[in-house]
């Protein structure tokens, strides 16, 4: 999965960009704890450890794919 298809699955969900530094970007839901930071470029492919792990923090499920 792309970094950009990542970032819209987040934002689908509720979740808003509110710090970006260099290629990480954080983002923060009005409701669930927490921040989820995504890093890399938009056009890169996101390890699927790293794609779970992020899911695992915004509440989606830990599946990588």
Known sequence: ??????????QDD????VVTKGS????????KPGRVTVSGQLGDDMPKGTLA?????AGLGGGGS
């Open 14 to 17: 509720g979740w808003r960009l």
């Open 53 to 57: 792990s992020v899911k695992r923090q």
């Open 1 to 10: 999965m792309k970094v950009r298809e990542v970032i819209r699955m987040l």
């Open 24 to 31: 990480h970007r954080q983002f923060k839901h009005p409701t």
